[in-house]
């Protein structure tokens, strides 16, 4: 049974601060996922990394994959009060026909 | 383009009615997929549809039904709801890439 961990659970932090959410995955996937998610809205989706070494940026958030250690980052550079939100991460496999298998999400809340 | 939409956005039950979620995509993907999402749980997968007449149990499918009517609708459907199915419900479907998530419905069971 696939498990998808996430921490921190709950993060608050200053703007201008840098940090990183932990994503672990227990068994081999062939491609992970961030998501970003507003209170009351859907999922919006923000990195898709598919093999190992994988790095994507966008703006102030960086995602990578090492596939060997079953390990995904998402790096925040100099947060601003925009980046507040729940982020989650979310493990797929074989062309994704049998769905996702999703983190418990990270709450981050960034203060002025 | 509409992408995923889900009706309705909200809805209250009564312990013991029944319900059915619609969800439809517009984007020609074969897979659809319903999820849960509680407080501090992530999202849990119910039931998905790899394509056409086929449909497989997720994570937590107990409680639920669902009818993949034709490509482009996937129902979810609560024959007698309990108030431990009050969540959000999101539909999504996926095209063997990302994955495109409706808006969600908000239900609550009292």
């Known amino acids: 049974e696939l498990k998808v961990e996430q921490n921190p659970l709950f993060l608050s932090m200053q703007e201008g601060k840098n940090y990183t959410i932990y994503c672990n995955y227990s068994?081999?996937?062939?491609?992970l996922y961030w998501y970003r998610q507003d209170p009351g809205k859907s999922l919006e989706s923000l990195f898709v990394?598919?093999?190992?070494?994988a790095v994507k940026q966008e703006g102030r958030l960086m995602a990578s994959l090492d596939t060997k250690a079953r390990l995904s980052t998402l790096h925040i550079t100099a947060a601003v009060h925009d980046l507040s939100a729940t982020y989650f991460c979310?493990?797929?496999?074989?062309?994704?026909?049998?769905?996702?298998?999703f983190g418990k999400g990270t709450h981050l809340i960034i203060q002025p | 383009n509409a992408g995923v939409t889900q009706t309705p956005k909200f809805q209250v039950l009564k312990t013991g009615q029944s319900m059915t979620l619609q969800c439809a995509q517009d984007?020609?993907?074969?897979?659809m997929y319903w999820y849960r999402q509680d407080p501090g749980m992530g999202l849990r997968l119910i039931y998905y549809?790899?394509?056409?007449?086929?449909?497989d149990k997720g994570e937590v499918p107990n409680g639920y039904n669902v009818s993949r009517l034709n490509k482009r609708e996937f129902s979810l459907r609560l024959e007698s709801a309990a108030p431990s199915q009050t969540s959000v419900y999101f539909c999504?479907?996926?095209?063997?890439?990302?994955?495109?998530f409706g808006s969600g419905t908000r239900l609550t069971v009292v």
């Open positions: 068994t081999t996937s062939d491609r």
């Open positions: 549809s790899a394509s056409e007449g086929t449909t």
């Open positions: 990394l598919l093999s190992n070494g």
């Open positions: 999504a479907s996926n095209a063997g890439g990302g994955y495109t």
């Open positions: 984007m020609n993907h074969n897979s």
């Open positions: 979310a493990v797929g496999g074989g062309g994704g026909a049998d769905g996702l298998t």
